[in-house]
């Protein structure tokens, strides 16, 4: 499999990837170092290549070094996410196999959530076609997906992520401040996590958040992971972040704003969306972005508290 996606572009393939590799027995995967050493450790995928090395980049120019081949040609079928075509024709040249290319993401105007998509163009190809059939219908329910935090999480420790990929898709951090104090006067541990585009926050969290909550800059995929195992909840925007709370079964409530949560609702065990009814449709995809952002406007922390809390009752009924 190759990807050179951010972390929720892959992280939405994992579900898929998991089915694949029980009927296929190995995959491995080329994509960004720091992603497939996640994918590894989760043993969604047996061995990574890093995309960014020297030679795997130059499948990217007209010279593809002869030790890519050799690795390339060990494997039957390559499983292709990308829309380049040149990036397709340099792999099967390479290799002589064929090559499955998916794009990895669907138009803006599309209404298919992301796992659908990429399994209606998976039918296409024949080595997949009847897994991805059987598959289109119930992947995104519940009871596919296992719980595979530590058997001994803390229930009461929730997990807050303020950030996202883009500032525009961030729910206010003085909202996610004002959640944690109400997380806390119910008895919950709220604890921020800050990737390394995000640990500036730091300094605001500490001053604002009364009730000191814990924050850990997180500097790697391995140690985010090992704190979303741990977590009885989670509560965050429309980010990798995200999907990949829900897929490791944390019960995670994601805030959304203008990205559309019918594409992009991270898939797992335990999820739920919020995002107020309103007349204008999501549009961070397209060039009609608002000044103001009435999408997160009408969302409160008071509204996802009670989410939240909802939420996290549901999973225990029916747990």
């Known amino acids: 499999m190759v990807h050179h996606g951010a972390l929720g572009d892959v992280v939405a393939t994992f579900s898929i990837i998991a089915r694949l590799k029980k009927i296929y027995g190995q995959i491995d995967i080329l994509c960004q170092n720091k992603l497939g050493e996640l994918a590894q450790s989760l043993q969604v995928v047996d061995t990574y290549f890093p995309l960014e090395s020297a030679i795997f980049s130059s499948l990217f120019t007209d010279n593809v070094d002869p030790m890519v081949k050799s690795i390339l040609c060990l494997y ?5 996410f990308s829309n380049s075509v040149q990036l397709e024709s ?12 998916i794009s990895p993401r669907p138009g803006i105007k599309s209404d298919i959530h992301i796992t659908d998509y990429i399994l209606s163009q998976l039918a296409s190809y024949r080595p997949f076609g009847s897994m991805a059939a059987r598959t289109s219908h119930s992947a995104m329910l519940p009871h596919n997906h296992p719980d595979r935090r530590d058997p001994h999480y803390d229930s009461l420790k929730v ?10 898709k961030c729910w206010p951090v003085s909202n996610f401040i004002n959640l944690a104090s109400l997380l806390n006067l119910k008895g919950k541990q709220a604890v921020f996590v800050l990737g390394p585009a995000e640990h500036d926050m730091a300094e605001a969290l500490k001053r604002q958040d009364k009730h000191k909550s814990n924050i850990f800059k997180i500097d790697n995929l391995i140690q985010l992971t090992s704190i979303l195992k741990t977590a009885g909840g ?3 925007n429309d980010s ?8 490791l079964g944390v019960p995670t409530v ?9 594409i992009w609702k991270p898939t797992g065990r335990s999820v739920c969306i919020i995002r107020p009814d309103l007349d204008c449709q999501p549009c961070f995809e397209t060039n009609n972005r608002c000044k103001e952002l009435e999408c997160f406007d009408g969302t409160t922390p008071k509204m996802v508290l009670d989410a939240f809390m909802g939420h996290i009752d549901s999973d225990h009924a029916t747990n």
């Open 76 to 80: 039957e079928i390559v499983l292709l």
């Open 159 to 168: 997990v807050l992520h303020p950030g996202a990929g883009s500032i525009k």
């Open 234 to 236: 989670f509560v965050g």
């Open 90 to 101: 340099a792999i099967g040249n390479t290799t002589g196999k064929p090559v499955c290319r």
């Open 254 to 262: 994601v805030v959304f704003g203008p990205s559309d949560p019918v």
């Open 240 to 247: 990798g972040v995200s999907h990949l709370a829900a897929f």
